[in-house]
């Protein structure tokens, strides 16, 4: 599974980047692994994003609800 975590760190850095302008080709550079590789932990570049998108929502929504246990 780093190898997963690994790839959605470095998408996360590339679209803080590039928006949504970066290939799997750059992901699979930034992680050190082939391209075909990247297929093994996501089926495309729109399911990463999604991944990654639905993580930051996850951990926003984590931070405003500890916040409000400070309130």
């Known amino acids: 599974m780093q190898t997963r975590q690994n790839i959605v760190e470095a998408a996360f850095r590339l679209f803080a980047e590039k928006g949504?302008?970066?290939?799997?080709s750059e992901i699979a550079g930034a992680v050190?692994?082939?391209?075909?590789?990247f297929y093994a932990h996501f089926s495309s570049k729109e399911e990463l994003l999604r991944k990654i998108i639905e993580d930051e929502a996850a951990n926003y929504f984590l931070e405003?609800?500890?916040g409000n246990r400070d309130l």
């Open 20 to 24: 949504t302008e970066f290939s799997i």
């Open 64 to 66: 405003i609800k500890e």
């Open 32 to 37: 050190g692994i082939r391209k075909a590789s």
